[in-house]
């Protein structure tokens, strides 16, 4: 209980003043950000062994990278690297508390395993308040409900459990969690009964859940905000829910390397980056800067956490900086367009749905995948193509993992194939590649 309070009087203390910090003055922002770009790699060189090596060995002092624009004298880092040594990007500086390792999910490529430390997680709910404040606006001011639809251990709901454990959590918002594998009318049974003002799940999801409904006889109560995540939505999605349905979308661009990357406002017309907490910047294949308009690869460093501290980070997603600034009001930088992972809707002949986080939950703890695909072949047959260190491993563990994949994917015929590599597809990893003709066709609505 005095942990408790304790963690939640040190949130307490950061929640003022969150709303305001995308309303600074440009040169405060910018000041703000350099000032942690200069506490976190002076942390680097002194309590992170691959920085601490490469500062030495590149004669790299770190004193000198003093504003955002400087990191781009640190070399680029993969995702291979880290996966490769994850302890060499830990900060020995972290002591006795608690903390908190997530896991990505491969679906840019190799899955990495991130450790966030206890002082930055409890940050973390602080500058929650930024997208708060237009979550709030746009259900009505004031005090919201929300209904999660997510899968059980999946990165939110980790992370507040890990709060819920740790903090009083002031200010906490009346929430609740469905799982997205349930029947989608157990999902909007769900939605009526609980009448949350906002419904957050993955794009993927919700762009399938309103195509069906469009179907379907109407619900008796929809949310006032729809908020998505993991992943870009299209434009015929998002059209579709704010001009079908009338509702209003919001989404937030998160990582497990980066718990806040950037939300879209109000006038949801881009992406505001937190740019006091990730640095972002967006690079053509040669490694040079792209020019706002053009999409670019998303290279991160994170400023807030001391646990796995990254920089210069090869996020593995593409994004487009927008050329204009936005009507809302927020100073900071923006992103028109972020082509974020590709999350991947399987339709099974029975019309249940299947999602790439889904097939993930089948496949992980086995750190011998180091890549994989799930390809559908035929309606009801699929192979699951996997790239794995350890061939025996993987053999030992076929039977365990079809049966995993058999209870996500029922009635389907599965076959695991070994490969040497996953090609991309149009410069993109695609964790899962459905049929060319789905399975169920959706009515079609201008984007
Ligand atoms: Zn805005």
């Known amino acids: 209980m005095v942990r ?114 206890y002082r930055s997680l409890l940050a973390n709910i602080a500058y929650g308040e930024r997208e708060r404040a237009a979550e709030s606006s746009l259900a009505g001011g004031g005090r919201y409900s929300i209904l999660e639809i997510t899968r059980e251990g999946s990165t939110s709901r980790r992370i507040r459990a890990f709060y819920d454990a740790r903090t009083l959590r002031p200010g906490r918002l009346p929430y609740s969690t469905i799982s997205v594998g349930e029947p989608i009318q157990r999902i909007i049974e769900a939605i009526e009964r609980q009448r949350p003002d906002v419904v957050w799940s993955y794009a993927a999801f919700l762009e399938t859940f309103f195509r069906l409904l469009v179907t379907r006889e109407p619900p008796r109560y929809l949310p006032k905000v729809v908020s998505y995540g993991s992943g870009g939505m299209s434009a015929e999605g998002r059209s579709l829910i704010k001009n079908h349905f009338g509702l209003a979308v919001l989404s937030n661009y998160s990582a497990v390397e980066a718990l806040k990357l950037a939300f879209l406002c109000e006038e949801s017309a881009g992406f505001h980056i937190h740019e006091d907490l990730c640095d972002v910047r967006l690079l053509d294949p040669s490694g040079m800067a792209v020019a706002p ?104 563990a076929r039977e365990e993992l079809l049966a995993a994949l058999r209870s996500r994917l029922p009635g389907a015929e599965l076959d695991i194939v070994q490969v040497d590599d996953i090609p991309l597809r149009d410069g993109k990893f695609r964790p899962i590649l459905p049929l060319e003709t789905p399975v169920v066709k959706w009515p079609r609505f201008p984007a």
């Open 4 to 117: 408790k309070l304790a963690g939640s009087v040190r949130i307490a203390s950061q929640l003022r003043g969150q709303r305001g910090v995308q309303f600074l003055q440009r040169e405060r922002l910018e000041a703000k950000r350099d000032a942690r770009v200069r506490d976190t790699v002076q942390h680097a060189a002194a309590h992170v062994p691959h920085y601490r090596d490469l500062f030495r060995r590149e004669r790299i002092d770190a004193r000198e990278i003093r504003s955002a624009g400087d990191l781009a004298r640190l070399p680029l880092l993969s995702k291979e690297e880290l996966h490769a040594t994850p302890g060499r990007f830990l900060s020995d500086a972290m002591g006795a508390a608690p903390t908190l390792e997530l896991s990505t999910t491969g679906t840019t490529g190799v899955p990495v395993s991130v450790v966030h430390d």
């Open 293 to 396: 308009g053009t999409s670019g690869e998303v290279v991160i460093s994170n400023l807030v956490n001391r646990g796995t501290v990254l920089l210069n980070y090869r996020l593995g997603d593409m994004a487009t900086a927008a050329t204009e600034s936005c009507a809302c009001g927020r100073t900071s930088a923006v992103l028109a367009q972020v082509d974020g992972r590709i999350d991947e809707i399987v339709t099974l002949p029975s019309g249940e749905l299947v999602l790439t986080v889904q097939v993930w939950d089948a496949i992980a703890g086995h750190p011998f995948i180091s890549r994989w695909q799930l390809v559908q072949r035929t309606s009801r047959s699929f192979e699951l193509r996997v790239v794995a260190s350890d061939r025996t491993a993987l053999e030992a």
